[in-house]
């Protein structure tokens, strides 16, 4: 079952902060995120394991509330390059395979 | 060193004829993935080889698709008698080894444009 990813669409000035989720109504044992830019490969950012485990960017914070099967990623004073369509993939086991939801575009304004 | 690789970056091709889109993974990336991006669509999961296992080819969406990897290594996925409906950015990824606590590093893309 696909994630449900919210807001839709985040527009922000350099600097501000943003916080972007990532929500199902099934039980998960992972949530990646990745980031897309217009034209290009999407790029890892983040995976976050049932149980606490983390593994990512040092300067990408995140975060899985197990009891919620929600995940959040946390954009702090944000740059130019962080523009871009976020994406999850979700999976409910160690072998099974990622479904993706369908982006958030975030947009950083000069 | 190098990342995922994928041929052709672009192709149109009339509607009926078959195409083959290529995917080069990453030196010894034991897990490729295919996946396809429709416009304004996430990434649909289309079809995940580990090693020897049998491929998992549970997101094909018709028997007109199919894909093999050849020695552990390059992959092709193969659309038969092409559809209008098959247009779109089919991605493929790699990842060291197969699991959902992997991360997976994608190709450029093949954008596909049946006509």
């Known amino acids: 079952q696909q994630p449900v990813q919210s807001p839709q669409a985040v527009i922000l000035r350099e600097g501000e902060d943003a916080v972007i989720n990532c929500s199902s109504s099934?039980?998960?044992?992972?949530v990646h995120w990745y980031r897309q830019k217009h034209g290009e490969a999407p790029v890892f950012l983040m995976i976050?394991?049932?149980?606490?485990e983390q593994k990512g960017h040092e300067k990408i914070s995140a975060s899985f509330n197990e009891k919620k099967q929600q995940s959040s990623l946390y954009l702090t004073a944000s740059q130019l390059s962080y523009s871009g369509t976020y994406f999850c993939?979700?999976?409910?086991?160690?072998?099974?395979?990622?479904?993706f939801g369908k982006g958030i575009t975030l947009s950083v304004r000069p | 060193g190098a990342g995922v690789s994928q041929s052709p970056s672009n192709k149109v091709t009339e509607k009926g004829k078959d195409v083959e889109l290529r995917c080069d993974p990453i030196?010894?990336?034991?897990?490729l993935y295919w996946y396809r991006q429709s416009l304004g669509q996430g990434l649909e999961f289309l079809i995940y080889f580990q090693g020897n296992s049998a491929p998992d080819k549970s997101g094909l969406p018709s028997d007109r698709f199919s894909a093999e990897r050849t020695g552990g290594s390059v992959s092709t996925l193969t659309i038969q008698r092409t559809q209008q409906e098959d247009s779109a950015v089919y991605l493929c990824?790699?990842?060291?080894?197969?699991?959902?606590?992997?991360?997976?590093?994608f190709g450029p893309g093949t954008r596909l444009t049946v006509t």
């Open positions: 030196s010894g990336h034991t897990a």
């Open positions: 990824a790699s990842s060291l080894v197969g699991g959902a606590g992997i991360e997976q590093y």
């Open positions: 099934k039980a998960l044992y992972s």
């Open positions: 993939g979700t999976s409910r086991g160690a072998n099974s395979k990622l479904t």
């Open positions: 976050l394991l049932k149980g606490g």
